[in-house]
């Protein structure tokens, strides 16, 4: 079954999402509510991201980037004291299903602080595997998942008797291996296997990299909708050790109890930022 095409390497998607800070005082919205006595007011809310697609970059193009709406599944923010790193506040979470009927309004963050100063983690992934924040150097996903990861995380100062309206910038700090199924996909294949000597599944939100550099192992269920199509993407991703890595990959096509139907491997495939 020749039915790879890989490009060469493995990208960092440059995709950024703004949390657009309100301008003004604080708006009224759903989660806003005056702030108890002690403490202040702190917004922060969410607009459409501009988005490079990979297929544009593995080509080695460079085009104005859209503005398209927001697509990822989960929004968190989390505070930490910035002295001793402890969380704060309970992580909150906003995923997009709650934001259907409001689209242009997911998410938007309110919450009450004493005066003081915090570090603030923002992060907005894909897929329903639960996140477990340990501290703002160890982050990660139930399974080893690893999904398609943008983050912010920077100093907050909360000065008292006065309402804060932040805004930030979010990273993408995944790297992201995409193979194409050039022949249609056969009913017997079950999953697709990527198989990474570099990179890990435990993130660094501080530095945007990867705790370990232990490689990784990520199954992909085929799709019932991709059976007997071609052209179709397989796309695995990974937190990066550092912001190039050279590694190499093994793709397997498994079928029933996960059988290999086919396997190929590609050596030195440089990871990097782009």
Wanted: net charge negative; aromatic share 8%.
């Amino acid at each position: 079954m020749g039915f790879y095409q890989y490009s060469g390497r493995v990208l960092m998607l440059p995709i950024l999402l703004c949390l657009a800070g309100l301008l003004g005082a604080c708006q009224a919205g759903p989660d806003d509510a005056s702030a108890p006595e002690g403490l202040q007011m702190v917004s922060l809310s969410v607009t459409n991201y501009r988005q490079i697609s990979f297929d544009d970059l593995s080509a080695g193009e460079t085009r104005a980037t859209e503005t398209v709406s927001m697509t990822l599944a989960n929004m968190s923010l989390t505070v930490f004291d910035a002295e001793t790193g402890a969380i704060v506040t309970p992580t909150i979470l906003h995923k997009s299903d709650d934001y259907l009927d409001k689209p242009l309004e997911f998410p938007s963050f309110t919450i009450a602080l004493p005066s003081g100063r915090y570090r603030v983690l923002v992060l907005g992934y894909n897929g329903s595997q639960a996140c477990n924040i340990q501290s703002l150097e160890r982050i990660s996903w139930a399974d080893n998942y690893v999904p398609n990861t943008f983050l912010y995380e920077g100093e907050l100062v909360v000065d008292k008797g006065t309402s804060l309206n932040k805004e930030v910038t979010l990273e993408h700090v995944v790297a992201a291996f995409r193979l194409n199924a050039e022949d249609a996909i056969p009913s017997e294949m079950k999953k697709m296997r990527f198989i990474g000597s570099a990179g890990g599944t435990v993130l660094n939100a501080r530095t945007g990299l990867a705790v370990q550099n232990t490689g990784r192992t990520s199954d992909i269920v085929v799709p019932a909708s991709y059976v007997g199509r071609a052209g179709v993407d397989f796309t695995a991703y990974i937190f990066l050790p550092e912001e190039q890595t050279t590694g190499s990959y093994t793709v397997q096509a498994l079928g029933q109890n996960d059988a290999i139907l086919y396997e190929k491997r590609f050596g030195d495939v440089c990871a990097l930022t782009t």
